[in-house]
Nanobody
Framework: VQLQASGGGLVQAGGSLRLSCVVSGRTTSDHVMGWFRQAPGKEREFVGAIRWSAGSTFYGAAVRGRFSISKDNLKNTVYLQMNSLKPDDTAVYYC???????????????????WGQGTLVTVSS
């Protein structure tokens, strides 16, 4: 599975942005697509994830209620809709793929085998 993230850019605080992650290669009902982010000088942080088949979603505490993840299986694309953006959301955002994860393990980046190249989101105050 290969992933390519896009849609990053500069946005003012309080604004919105939607990231896309195009998934290519063989996907199965066991796949989980995750979003992570890494701010300068900080460790990579779990943003959220979605089950490729069922569509159930999971979110990190920092973004719950502001961000949402969706998918379009026909377009092989996962989306990260980010609303009410804050300067603290500034980071490089990555999409990643994993298989057979239970909910409690989705926030661990080590469980994701395939990673996209990242897209930079900058939120100005």
């Amino acid at each position: 599975v290969q992933l390519q993230a896009s849609g990053g850019g500069l946005v003012q605080a309080g604004g919105s942005l939607r990231l896309s992650c195009v998934v290519s290669g063989r996907t199965t009902s066991d796949h989980v697509m995750g979003w992570f982010r890494q701010a300068p000088g900080k460790e990579r942080e779990f943003v959220g994830a979605i089950r490729w088949s069922a569509g159930s979603t999971f979110y990190g505490a920092a973004v719950r209620g502001r961000f949402s993840i969706s998918k379009d299986n026909l377009k092989n694309t996962v989306y990260l809709q980010m609303n009410s953006l804050k300067p603290d959301d500034t980071a490089v955002y990555y999409c990643a793929a994993a298989v057979r994860l239970i909910a409690s393990t989705m926030n661990n980046e080590r469980n994701y085998r395939n990673w996209g190249q990242g897209t930079l989101v900058t939120v100005s105050s």
